[in-house]
């Protein structure tokens, strides 16, 4: 399976703040459309970086309550890894683990394509595997 597949079942939709944004409003985002990272656009239309809750727990541990003041900017993950829709899902697994991330952006010539996360690989993965046991019980039946 490749990541275009998983985006052809999950959708392409990508939540994305401004750097100028303060961390208040980036979760505002993250809360109304549960989801747990969004990208963040450069004045391009391009990829800034990336927020995640991670990133938001972090300025939450160095400068508490006063980390929904910041700007986005000042938490993001710059330069964040991404991947291309021809990649398997076995190279995102490897990826994510490596990089230790757990959302990636599907870019493809610079174009953003959707994003990516650890629970969309765990789920194919997990479709995956109940396919094939399936087929093992429907060859060990006949």
Known sequence: MKVEQILQSK??????VSEDDTIADAVAV????NIGAVLVRDGKNGIAGILSERD???????KGGDA?????????????ATCSPD??????????TEKRVRHL???HEGKIL????????VKRKI?????????????IAS
């Open 11 to 16: 959708g392409t939709e990508v939540y994305a």
């Open 68 to 80: 929904l003041s910041l700007r986005v900017k000042d938490c993001m993950t710059r330069d964040p």
């Open 114 to 121: 959707g994003l990516v996360s650890i629970g969309d690989v």
């Open 87 to 96: 990649a398997s899902v076995d190279d995102l697994m490897a990826q994510i």
């Open 105 to 107: 952006p599907v870019t």
């Open 127 to 139: 479709e995956q595997a109940e396919k094939e046991a399936e087929a093992l019980k429907e060859y």
């Open 30 to 33: 993250l809360n109304d459309r």
């Open 56 to 62: 938001i727990v972090r300025g939450l541990g160095e």
